[in-house]
């Protein structure tokens, strides 16, 4: 059984800084691409960032580009979203993904983490 468990969310100031991680069990990640989503209130899912394995292939969503930076650590299973300048806008649910496309795409053997918050005060 393949689980995600994200963690790293909470409450910051616009302007501070959050890293969520996310470490992966039951599923070797170093094969597979490996992104985030959100979801805000009232709002779409989002695609915001993803990582091939090998890290070549790298996409951001246009409103976190220069802010938010994913990577990867297949040696600890283990993805990262490091988020700096954080904006009220920012807020919502993340969540961790692999087998993913990249640009963020989902298929049905997608597997997803249980989301965490971020909350950015004005």
């Known amino acids: 059984q393949v689980q995600m468990v994200e963690s790293g969310g909470g409450l910051v100031q616009a302007g501070g800084s959050l890293k969520l991680s996310c470490i992966v069990s039951?599923?070797?990640?170093?094969?597979?691409?490996v992104g985030w989503f959100r979801q805000a209130p009232g709002k779409e899912r989002e695609g915001v960032a993803c990582?091939?394995?090998?890290?070549?292939?790298?996409y951001y969503v246009d409103s976190v580009k220069g802010r938010f930076a994913i990577s990867r650590d297949n040696a600890k299973n283990a993805l990262y979203l490091q988020m700096n300048y954080l904006k009220p806008e920012d807020t919502a649910i993340y969540y961790c993904?692999?087998?993913?496309?990249?640009?963020?795409?989902?298929?049905?053997?997608?597997?997803w983490g249980q989301g965490t918050q971020v909350t950015v005060s004005s």
């Open positions: 039951g599923l070797p990640i170093g094969d597979y691409n």
């Open positions: 993904t692999t087998r993913i496309g990249c640009p963020p795409r989902v298929f049905s053997e997608t597997h």
């Open positions: 990582m091939s394995p090998s890290g070549v292939i790298l």
